[in-house]
């Protein structure tokens, strides 16, 4: 049974750093797309941040510069690291696996073409 494990949420001051951890069980995804999406109240679930197969990185225009993806093979682990957090960073963080490596490039920023989902963290960024 495949499971995503999120970790590292937490209440944290603008201007700080949170570091979010995803752990992967009952499958390998070290050559899978591994992305990260949030969902703040209300609003529909967004994308963040990508590893792709290749190792290549992309990330939405509002953590562009802020966040990193990172991922360790040998833990099946991967890593957000954010800093200089906003409050409209609040919102539950999301992890996310995706199988196919046969999709368009702009296939990396839609929910719809992951597979596997963690449960969530929630971030809440106070001002």
């Known amino acids: 049974q495949v499971q995503l494990v999120e970790s590292g949420g937490g209440l944290v001051q603008a201007g700080g750093s949170l570091r979010l951890s995803c752990a992967a069980s009952g499958r390998t995804f070290s050559t899978n797309a591994m992305g990260w999406f949030r969902q703040a109240p209300g609003k529909e679930r967004e994308f963040v941040a990508v590893?792709?197969?290749?190792?290549?990185?992309l990330y939405a225009d509002s953590v562009k510069g802020r966040f990193t993806s990172s991922r360790d093979n040998g833990k099946n682990t991967v890593y957000l690291q954010m800093n200089s957090l906003k409050p409209e960073d609040t919102a539950v963080y999301y992890c996310a696996a995706r199988l196919s490596p046969y999709l368009s490039g702009t296939s990396y920023y839609d929910a719809g073409t992951y597979d596997y989902w963690g449960q969530g963290t929630q971030v809440t960024v106070s001002s």
């Open positions: 590893i792709r197969e290749s190792g290549g990185k």
